[in-house]
């Protein structure tokens, strides 16, 4: 099974940047996605097919994915970024395809 | 506005059964895929099921295989996950989501763009 890897948990100050990555074999060769998790509350989509953002999302956060490594990049971070973020893919090796999450990255502002 | 409402949740005995619906608005419902992701306490999403909008093309995860049920009913704007032989494990807060793409025939390849605020499961004795 196709496995993702993400930090465990990053740290930031306000105003710096945040880079979460998300490793996979050859993940470079997929589409990834990130959801950004607050406390208490539902994913929400930050960022989709690697580098695009869906209406509402600040043009602060941008992607990357290349090789094996994957990247959200939150530029000019803010107090209300710290949440959970999770990378997820598809994994269509199989007849039967299913979604893969990262085990989620904890970003802390400082 | 998009709007997803999980119900059905609750505390049920290992072996037992429950059904979960969300009922969704705002959008097309019969144009999308939709799908199943569960939070166990304090970890990380794991997808449960998807199905695509015409319930052609269904998925399921390996974890659930068997016991779990994905279903919708594009007539009421609904989504259900039956889930049969519970088990401790199976504790989670459930959430509904959408699909992203518009008008595929299969319950795969896409983002999920829009999530409910989920329906909790409690699997004890």
């Known amino acids: 099974s196709y496995v993702l890897t993400q930090p465990p948990s990053v740290s930031v100050a306000p105003g710096q940047t945040a880079r979460i990555t998300c490793g996979g074999n050859n993940i470079g060769s997929k589409s990834v996605h990130w959801y950004q998790q607050k406390p208490g509350q539902a994913p929400v989509l930050v960022v989709y097919?690697?580098?695009d953002r869906p209406s509402g999302i600040p043009e602060r956060f941008s992607g990357s994915n290349s090789g094996n490594t994957a990247t959200l990049t939150i530029s000019r971070v803010e107090a209300g970024d710290e949440a959970d973020y999770y990378c997820q893919v598809w994994d269509s090796s199989s007849d039967h395809p299913y979604v893969v999450f990262g085990g989620g990255t904890k970003l802390t502002v400082l | 506005e998009v709007q997803l409402v999980e119900s059905g949740g609750g505390l049920v005995q290992p072996g037992r059964s429950l059904r979960l619906s969300c009922a969704a608005s705002?959008?097309?419902?019969?144009?999308?895929?939709m799908h199943w992701v569960r939070q166990a306490p304090g970890k990380g999403l794991e997808w449960v099921s998807g199905?695509?909008?015409?319930?052609?093309?269904?998925g399921y995860a390996d974890s659930v295989k068997g016991r779990f049920t994905i279903s919708r009913d594009n007539a009421k704007n609904s989504l259900y996950l039956q889930m049969n032989s519970l088990r401790a494990e199976d504790t989670a807060l459930y959430y509904c989501?959408?699909?992203?793409?518009?008008?595929?025939?299969?319950?795969?390849?896409?983002?999920?763009?829009?999530w409910g605020q989920g329906t909790l499961v409690t699997v004890s004795s």
């Open positions: 097919d690697d580098s």
């Open positions: 989501a959408k699909d992203m793409g518009y008008g595929s025939g299969s319950y795969y390849a896409r983002p999920l763009d829009y």
């Open positions: 705002g959008f097309t419902f019969d144009d999308y895929a």
């Open positions: 199905i695509s909008w015409n319930s052609g093309s269904i």
